[in-house]
């Protein structure tokens, strides 16, 4: 406890009169000892009536800690906060990770459905393919049957071209295919036609007389060049289903009807876009590939151009 000036000095008082109290005592002075006595006891006790703080005595007011004086209640309230907040990161964290992991979810879901959209496109793809092919066998054994039948055993065999001096052997058609592009450059420029070639591969390889492959590569651009009627583009795809080779041959040219289309490789026909000429071509074109055992189609509409399709055995 902290003591006043007032009661440092009473008490140093008190203890002088002590002092010469026991002193009296001892020389045995009676009045001087009854006078210190009562003086010393006056001294303490206003040493002590000194001591007891006032309303207004801001000197004996205790020194107060201020941590300690922080109500209870806040603190408790600001560790619950900090609880809180660590339960809440918790929670956030958890729902982040559910996210990605949903996310993740999502994505293989995605795959899968991209996967089987290409699926299911290549199994529409071949599905129509098989259907053409059946379509275009169907129509060549009946028109072959017909042929027969008015020419008796000759057949399309009779306007083969003659290759007795050029016997099968393995080659590229996708060079063939641009080197009769090219001889026949200078006709098709002259008909304001561009002829493109394109090969998905490499090694696209048939095993035929290379004097066949020509003529049935040009008997079809001459026929394009024709009948096209327009500047435009002849565009030749060749590419590969598992064992056949696959030759698209499509301008953009007026194009026919398809009652039309379906005898473009009959001997001597001519459509209503008929033009001079003896009506070879295209069924030479047709003689060549069947004499290789594939097959040839034609499909088109007015206007929108003509696409042929031959099938060949690949060689590879």
Not at 47 to 53: D, L, N, Q, R
Not at 99 to 128: F, P, T
Not at 145 to 160: H, P, Q, R, V
Not at 175 to 204: F, H, P, Q, W, Y
């Amino acid at each position: 406890m902290k003591l006043k000036i007032s009661q440092k000095i009473l008490l140093l008082a008190a203890c002088l009169l002590y002092a010469g109290f026991l002193f009296l005592f001892v020389i045995g002075n009676s009045f001087g000892v009854l006078g210190c006595g009562v003086a010393m006891g006056v001294a303490f006790l206003a040493a002590i009536a000194m001591g007891v703080p006032g309303e207004n005595d801001e000197d004996d007011e205790p020194f107060i800690d201020q941590e300690e004086s922080e109500p209870q209640g806040e603190r408790v309230h600001v560790n619950s906060l900090i609880d809180q907040l660590a339960a809440r990161r918790e929670d956030l964290e958890s729902a982040h990770s559910d996210i990605k992991d949903r996310e993740d979810e999502i994505s293989r879901l995605k795959q899968q459905c991209e996967d089987g959209k290409k699926q299911l496109e290549e199994a529409n793809e071949k599905n129509s393919y098989l259907s053409e092919k059946v379509m275009s066998l169907e129509a060549s054994l009946k028109a072959a049957t017909n042929k027969l039948n008015a020419e008796g055993d000759s057949g399309y065999e009779t306007i083969l071209p003659d290759a007795k001096n050029d016997p099968p052997k393995v080659i590229n058609i996708g060079e063939a295919a641009k080197n009769a592009a090219d001889d026949m450059s200078d006709a098709a420029m002259k008909a304001g036609i561009s002829i493109r070639t394109v090969s998905t591969d490499a090694t696209l390889m048939v095993k035929a007389s290379p004097v066949m492959i020509d003529v049935l590569f040009k008997n079809i651009i001459d026929n394009a060049i024709k009948y096209m009627s327009k500047e435009g583009t002849l565009q030749i795809t060749i590419s590969r289903i598992e064992q056949e080779l696959f030759i698209v041959m499509k301008d953009n040219g007026e194009g026919l009807a398809p009652s039309e289309t379906e005898h473009i490789f009959e001997l001597n026909f001519q459509g209503t876009n008929r033009i001079s000429g003896n009506g070879l071509g295209l069924a030479q074109a047709r003689a060549i590939v069947e004499y290789y055992g594939g097959m040839i189609y034609a499909r088109s509409s007015v206007g929108s151009g003509m696409g042929i399709y031959i099938h060949l055995p690949s060689a590879v």
